[in-house]
């Protein structure tokens, strides 16, 4: 019944900015925590950001740390992140992933286990 739906990807120049968003469905969004993920190309799928249900904690991989903000609206089912000083490094299809319960931790990536089909951010350099 999870149903994950991301949008907001495409090209940009690096320094540029975009806002990906992930609408959610099927399950009490505002009990959860979620994430975003994401795999460039030749590489493994790493761990962006992750938020707490209540957008209290939030963890980001050191890369981002300054650039991306994660964040959520519970009350329209939809996570987002916001990219700024974009670099060709991002260039990946990023994922948004449903996590644990308010009772599980928000910030072990293993305990992710629900994904969308993804959207692709490039970028030039």
């Known amino acids: 019944q999870v149903q994950l739906v991301e949008s907001g990807g495409g090209s940009v120049q690096a320094g540029g900015s975009l806002r990906l968003s992930c609408a959610a469905s099927g399950y009490n969004y505002r009990n959860y925590c979620m994430g975003w993920f994401r795999q460039g190309p030749g590489k493994e799928r790493e761990w962006v950001a992750l938020d707490s249900p209540a957008n209290t904690l939030t963890y980001y991989i050191d890369s981002v740390k300054g650039r991306f903000t994660i964040s959520r609206d519970n009350a329209k089912n939809t996570l987002y992140l916001e990219m700024r000083s974009l670099t060709f490094e991002d260039t990946a299809m990023y994922y948004c992933?449903?996590?644990?319960?308010?009772?599980?931790?928000?910030?072990?990536?293993?305990?992710?286990?629900?994904w969308g089909q993804g959207t692709q951010v490039s970028v030039s350099s």
């Open positions: 992933a449903k996590g644990p319960s308010i009772y599980g931790d928000c910030s072990r990536p293993s305990n992710y286990n629900s």
